[in-house]
Every structure is written in C-alpha cells, then in structure tokens.
C-alpha cells in the first residue's frame, strides 16, 4: 500500500454553531446526504489510517465482487476486532452530528473497514442500504463513511442522488436492479462527492449511491459505519450472510428482539 500524508480542512459544525447545525440538518432531510469536511483532524486521521491497514494485514478481509471483478476487500464488524475502531464509530463528534441528523437517539450497528485497491477494482453498482440491514428501523437509519485518505472521483469516491430518499419504497425482488426502477428515478440529478482525508459524509439508507473504480496507484481507505434507532430489534432480511451478527447470543437473532447492550451500544 502506498503511504499518503493525511490532509484535513476544519469544517465540522460545532454544538455551538447552532445555525450551521440546522442548515446541515436541513440539506441531510432534502437531500438524504450531506458531506461534512475535517470531522477527524490530522492526527486522529493518520491513526485511524495506520489502523485500518493493521487490520487489512493482520485479519482476512472479505471480498466484495464477482467473478475477476473485485469492487473492494473490507473487514466486516472491525468495531469487534479493534478498539481504535470501536472508538471511531462512537468518535464524539460524528455520533452528535449522526444524531442531530436523525433526530434521535441511536446506537452503533457495525462499522467496516474499506479496501479499494489500486487499478483494477470494478465500480460499486447504484444502491441503496435497507434491504441490507436486518432490523425495525432500517428505514431510517444512516451510515457515516469516513475517508481515511484524499479520495478523488478517480480513487471511487462516492455519488449520491439527491432526494431519492424521499420516493415510495420499491418492491422488486432485487434491491440492486431496482436503484433505478422507480417511475422519473433514472433522471434524477447525482451529485459526485470527492472527499479529502478526514472528512465524512452521511448518507440516508434509503439513499441511492454508487462509486467509482480506483484508477489511480493509491489504494482508497475508508471507514463506513451504519447507526440505528436506539429502538430498533431484530428483523431478518432472508438472507443468511445479513442476518448473522457476529458476537451476538442466540436469544437476539429473534424477531422482535432489542438490539442493545455494549454489542450495540448507544451513541451518547
């Protein structure tokens, strides 16, 4: 992997910025996803960079693609594996600025760490997240992708349609071909979302986004961590590599069952 010198401008909204928080929470409930520059400062960013390629060299990253196409390794539930990485997902800052945009109480689901190699990688397809979360709230939750390194539109940055979390819920049987399937959907503007190190951006789940392939010679780090409603329980998606949750008992894989305790702990 090649080293990159991490570069943060300040710009998260402070607790005491009132106006700015509101401006921010207004873009996040028009658009489904807002980008907030320099949540982590230089040196929290090279720490949390230097532990995400620990993690990607000591532990088995998961592969996502098919075939010879891999659109990323990452490492699934790293909040489990590291306390640097729990501590990212519950970082004060991103946890008061995920909650404001909520508007309400949350708790940590998983986080990952992300590996988008360097050439070669193939594009992530146009998604959204709720059918990929197994529980109550899925319709309401949000992920907050934090880039570990300067990610230009050319290292796969992230692309976001604006509004398409607002549409009516589609309910085709392929949550990945339906992005698009929604009457007026494909025409939509995107907006693409180039991020330097130490900045993050907050995505709704019912927020249709892609990105990119990694065509420079720097592979692309990032963290992606998914809150939900303080309240939400155990709801099966159907489909098995979702709906096993690493370290939890068998009495929470229940339907119905809370979603709490320090496996799923609450923000603040």
């Given at each position: 992997?090649q080293d990159?010198?991490?570069?943060v401008i300040a710009?998260?909204?402070?607790?005491?910025?009132p106006?700015?928080?509101?401006?921010?929470v207004?873009?996040?409930?028009?658009?489904?996803?807002?980008?907030v520059?320099?949540?982590l400062?230089?040196?929290?960013t090279?720490?949390?960079?230097?532990?995400?390629?620990?993690?990607?060299?000591d532990?088995?990253?998961?592969?996502?693609?098919?075939?010879d196409?891999?659109?990323?390794?990452y490492?699934?539930?790293?909040?489990?594996?590291?306390?640097?990485?729990?501590?990212?997902?519950?970082h004060?800052?991103?946890?008061?600025?995920?909650?404001?945009?909520a508007?309400?109480?949350l708790r940590?689901f998983?986080?990952?760490?992300?590996?988008?190699?360097?050439?070669?990688s193939?594009?992530?397809d146009p998604h959204?997240d709720?059918f990929?979360?197994?529980f109550?709230?899925?319709g309401?939750?949000?992920?907050?992708?934090v880039?570990?390194?300067?990610v230009?539109?050319?290292r796969?940055?992230?692309t976001f349609?604006p509004g398409?979390?607002?549409?009516?819920?589609d309910t085709g049987?392929?949550?990945?071909a339906s992005?698009?399937?929604?009457?007026g959907?494909m025409?939509m503007?995107?907006?693409?979302v180039?991020?330097?190190a130490?900045?993050?951006t907050f995505h709704h789940?019912?927020?249709v986004?892609?990105?990119?392939?990694?065509t420079?010679?720097?592979?692309?780090?990032?963290t992606?961590?998914v809150?939900?409603?303080a309240?939400a329980?155990y709801?099966p998606t159907?489909m098995?590599?979702?709906?096993?949750?690493?370290?939890?008992r068998?009495?929470?894989?229940?339907?119905?069952?809370?979603l709490?305790?320090?496996r799923?702990?609450l923000?603040?």
């Amino acid at each position: 992997m090649q080293d990159i010198e991490p570069r943060v401008i300040a710009g998260a909204p402070a607790q005491s910025e009132p106006a700015a928080m509101e401006r921010l929470v207004a873009r996040y409930r028009r658009d489904g996803f807002v980008h907030v520059p320099g949540v982590l400062d230089a040196e929290e960013t090279a720490q949390y960079l230097a532990e995400a390629r620990r993690l990607l060299v000591d532990d088995q990253p998961a592969r996502w693609g098919s075939g010879d196409e891999t659109v990323m390794d990452y490492i699934p539930d790293a909040q489990l594996r590291s306390e640097p990485m729990r501590h990212l997902a519950t970082h004060p800052r991103i946890a008061a600025i995920a909650e404001r945009l909520a508007g309400t109480p949350l708790r940590l689901f998983k986080l990952e760490v992300l590996h988008k190699d360097r050439q070669g990688s193939a594009p992530t397809d146009p998604h959204h997240d709720v059918f990929a979360f197994p529980f109550s709230t899925a319709g309401t939750a949000l992920t907050a992708w934090v880039a570990l390194v300067d990610v230009p539109a050319e290292r796969g940055c992230m692309t976001f349609v604006p509004g398409s979390h607002l549409l009516p819920p589609d309910t085709g049987a392929d949550p990945w071909a339906s992005a698009f399937a929604r009457p007026g959907e494909m025409w939509m503007p995107r907006i693409t979302v180039p991020l330097r190190a130490g900045d993050c951006t907050f995505h709704h789940a019912r927020t249709v986004h892609s990105a990119g392939a990694n065509t420079t010679e720097t592979p692309r780090l990032s963290t992606s961590a998914v809150y939900m409603d303080a309240t939400a329980t155990y709801l099966p998606t159907g489909m098995p590599f979702l709906d096993e949750l690493p370290g939890t008992r068998a009495e929470t894989l229940r339907e119905g069952a809370p979603l709490a305790g320090d496996r799923f702990p609450l923000l603040r």
